[in-house]
């Protein structure tokens, strides 16, 4: 019992030994290493200044400097450890570095996943922001992309995080990539109308709207007749960069203003 508790002793000395002989070297790595996190901070500030100047891409800016940050905070860490004295234990890291990425890869699926899909979204671009989008039926303007998922604020407010992974395995409808976007609604008249004055009635108030596109030209066509009522369909296009003429807002105007000539010609 004695032996075993001198055993421990000599042990625990050596240990303090071995820790104020490397004590220098220690709080010389860790003063290492907040330095070179502060240095990397300050180069990846003026790297985003240069970058966003150069880019108006905020996905590509944002790729740049992860990659930028990654490298320079891996050789940082390399660097703090072989000031330790570990060169063999940087050596081993730096060799073994193929099979833990896939290990790592494999536990983060999801997160890789992600990450690679907006890589690939940097450099081939299904929308920008500003774009009005529909992913797995949620539906609205981008406002956020960042490199593992994308920002959409709904028609009702809602801020909706989508994973790049989905956006790339999903179908995306993208409503807004020319700044045009089609709308139409359908009205409902008697066989006693006037049909063909109707038609160009209807289509008076709608180049009478400033906010109706005259090129592509809105259509009014004759869509179906049933139980004696005349089905006209009307289509129109629509700047989707006009703040002041909101889809759902101009649909509503369009209507009331239809309502209200051919009220003026005395429909049924």
């Known amino acids: 019992m004695e032996s075993e508790m001198n055993m421990l002793k000599e042990s625990l000395y050596q240990s303090w030994v071995n820790l104020v002989t490397r004590l220098p070297n220690i709080l010389l790595s860790i003063l290492v290493f907040i330095i070179g996190m502060f240095i990397i901070k300050m180069i990846n500030k ?12 905020p996905l590509i800016a944002d790729f740049i400097l992860s990659v930028i ?73 981008v406002i956020e992309m960042r490199l593992r998922s994308t920002t959409l604020k709904t028609i ?25 976007m089609r709308d139409s609604f359908i009205i409902k008249i008697t066989y006693n109308d006037a049909v063909e004055e109707v038609l ?41 960069d006009e703040t002041k003429a909101p889809g759902m807002t101009l649909k509503s105007d369009l209507q009331l203003a239809i309502h209200s000539v051919l009220n003026a010609i005395k429909l049924d």
């Not at 940097?122 to 303007?141: H, T």
């Not at 009478?208 to 009522?229: G, M």
């Open 46 to 57: 003026y790297a985003k200044k240069i970058v966003v100047s150069k880019s108006n891409d």
């Open 69 to 141: 940050s990654l490298v320079l905070t891996v050789i940082l860490f390399v660097i703090s450890l072989g000031i330790l004295g570990f060169d063999d234990v940087t050596n081993k890291i730096l060799a073994g570095a193929g099979l833990t990425t896939f290990i790592i890869g494999f536990a983060l699926k999801d997160i890789g996943e992600n990450f690679i899909a907006g890589i690939l979204m940097a450099f081939q671009r299904p929308f920008r922001i500003g774009d009005l989008i529909e992913i797995d039926g949620v539906k609205g303007r």
């Open 156 to 180: 009702d407010g809602i801020d909706a995080y989508i994973p790049n992974g989905s956006i790339l395995k999903n179908n995306l409808k993208n409503y807004t990539i020319d700044e045009l």
């Open 200 to 240: 160009e009635t209807i289509k008076s108030a709608l180049y009478k709207n400033k906010y109706v596109l005259k090129s592509p030209p809105p259509i009014v066509v004759v869509d179906d007749i049933e139980n004696e009522k005349v089905h006209i369909t009307i289509h129109y296009w629509y700047r989707t």
